[in-house]
C-alpha cells in the first residue's frame, strides 16, 4: 500500500492523523508531492516506516535543511521513479499533466499544489492530486491510499 500525501503545510495534527492511518494500512511507501514547509514536519513523517519519496514545492522555506535531513529524498521536481516495477513522476505544481496522460509512459503521475482532489485514470495511467493535506484550504484535508498492484485507490479525509 503506498500513500500519496501533498500540502501538509506544517499541521502536525493532521499529519498524526494520516500516519497512524498509514500504520494500520501497512503502508510501504510515502509520495509527498511538495509543500511540507518545516524541517520539523519532515523529520515527523520520516518516522512512518515506509520508504519516503518527495519533491520541494513553493512554499518549502529551508530547502538545505529540508534536503539534508531527508536524506536527499526530498528533491526537486518533477522525478521519474520506479518503484516495485512501477513508472511514475512526481511534481509539486501540475506540468503538462495532459501530455503525460496521452503520452501512457508512466503507470502514474503525483502532483500537489492546487490544494483540489483530483484523481483520474487514462488508459494504463493514474493520476492523482491527494488534495489538501494540510485542510487549510479545502472543506476537509485529504490523502490518497493507492494499491500500486491493483491500481485501486481510496481518498482518505479527516
Not at 14 to 20: D, G, P, T, V
Not at 108 to 127: A, N, W
Amino acid at each position: 500500500m503506498w500513500l500519496i500525501i501533498s500540502d501538509t503545510h506544517d499541521n502536525l495534527h493532521n499529519i498524526e492523523k494520516f500516519l497512524e492511518e498509514a500504520e494500520r494500512r501497512k503502508v510501504t511507501h510515502v509520495f509527498h508531492c511538495g509543500d511540507v514547509v518545516s524541517p520539523f514536519t519532515l523529520v515527523r513523517l520520516l518516522k512512518l516506516e515506509a520508504e519516503f519519496h518527495g519533491v520541494f514545492g513553493n512554499n518549502d522555506g529551508e530547502w538545505l535543511l529540508l534536503s539534508q535531513r531527508s536524506s536527499g529524498r526530498l528533491m526537486k521536481g518533477p522525478v521519474e521513479l520506479a518503484v516495485d516495477g512501477k513508472k511514475l513522476v512526481m511534481m509539486h505544481e501540475p506540468f503538462a499533466l495532459e501530455a503525460l496522460l496521452e503520452s501512457q509512459h508512466y503507470d502514474f503521475i503525483f502532483y500537489g499544489h492546487t490544494h483540489k482532489l483530483d484523481v483520474r485514470r487514462q488508459g494504463k495511467t493514474l493520476l492523482v492530486n491527494p488534495g489538501d493535506g494540510s485542510g487549510y484550504i479545502a472543506e476537509r484535508a485529504s490523502v490518497v491510499f493507492l494499491d500500486p498492484e491493483s491500481g485501486q485507490i481510496d481518498v482518505y479525509q479527516i
